[in-house]
Nanobody
Framework: QVQLVESGGDLVQAGGSLRLSCAASGSIFSKNAMGWYRQAPGKQRELVAAIFSGGYTHYADSVKGRFTISRDNAKNTVYLQMNSLKPEDTAVYYC?????????WGQGTQVTVSS
């Protein structure tokens, strides 16, 4: 069982900021590009951001310029800094590999942005 533990979600007002953390097992962190996903009510899970071993990053158009993904190799942790939050960012946020093989999906962390 690959361990993926997300934290940092909260209730925040529009325009506010949050930093999410994802603690990953060493194997998945070392061998895979890591990503942040989110799933809003009634919608499919979508990839929000990804970070690759060479330092390249990818962002969905909806969050580009507002979110920043980073990683700390010594801590096997991936972060998502979220600024200028909007109500449409409200979702459960998950971390996982950005490509197969995936680990088991965890509980995620709830981000709620009020208008």
């Amino acid at each position: 069982q690959v361990q993926l533990v997300e934290s940092g979600g909260d209730l925040v007002q529009a325009g506010g900021s949050l930093r999410l953390s994802c603690a990953a097992s060493g194997s998945i962190f070392s061998k895979n590009a890591m990503g942040w996903y989110r799933q809003a009510p009634g919608k499919q899970r979508e990839l929000v951001a990804a970070i690759f071993s060479g330092g390249y990053t990818h962002y969905a158009d909806s969050v580009k310029g507002r979110f920043t993904i980073s990683r700390d190799n010594a801590k096997n942790t991936v972060y998502l800094q979220m600024n200028s939050l909007k109500p449409e960012d409200t979702a459960v946020y998950y971390c996982n590999s950005a490509s197969p093989p995936f680990g088991s999906w965890g509980q995620g962390t709830q981000v709620t942005v009020s208008s």
